[in-house]
């Protein structure tokens, strides 16, 4: 392997960090995300809302709040270059600790993965940024939801996966072949 563990590790807590400054910046500013005394959250506005509630939000906001939502989705792109190349570090992390190469696969597989996911949230991004302050969203609402599931899922499999591997004692880990065709 090319990259050895300490530096999958040291990348990691890099990572870890952006992560969490970023998260903690993001946090803060959510707290200002009203339209008319209601308070909503950016997952909400990914994942629980319709088409036409969205464009509501997004086209109700005020000058103030219209802007403390763009610097959040901006400070969402770092946060992205802190949680994606985390998971990745994980991933590799943990398939030093298995020995099963169906298992290093799988793992190897989720690592790369978190490509497509980081790509899915920028997208994602650039849509939110382009609907602030308008009235419609147009047709990509679906492939928007869409979007927003695969990165979703990829980054929630991939990390459950590698911290339940490194908090297992056992370095016997495995996956059945027949399970991943890998």
Known sequence: MGIKHNHWQSL?????????GTAFCMKCMEAEFRVNRDEFTI????????K??????????????????KYHLI???A??????????????????????????????????LQLIAWFADIVE???????????????EFAWYHATVLIKWIIA?????????????KK?????PKTLFFF
Request: aromatic share 18%.
């Open 79 to 112: 946060f992205m270059a802190g949680v994606y190349p985390a998971i990745t570090s994980l991933c590799m992390m943990s398939r030093e600790k298995v020995n099963a190469p169906s298992t290093k696969k799988v793992l190897y597989f989720f690592a790369a």
């Open 52 to 69: 036409q509630k969205v464009a509501h939000i997004l086209s109700s906001l005020d000058y103030r709040v219209q802007t403390i939502l």
């Open 75 to 77: 400070f969402d792109f």
């Open 125 to 139: 991004n650039l849509w939110l940024l382009q609907w602030v302050g308008q009235a419609s969203i147009g047709n």
């Open 171 to 175: 370095k016997n880990f495995y996956f």
């Open 43 to 50: 997952i909400e506005l990914e994942l629980f809302y319709s």
């Open 12 to 20: 990691f807590i890099f990572c870890l960090g952006l992560f969490l």
């Open 156 to 168: 929630l499999a991939g990390a459950t996966l590698a911290i339940s591997i490194m908090i297992r």
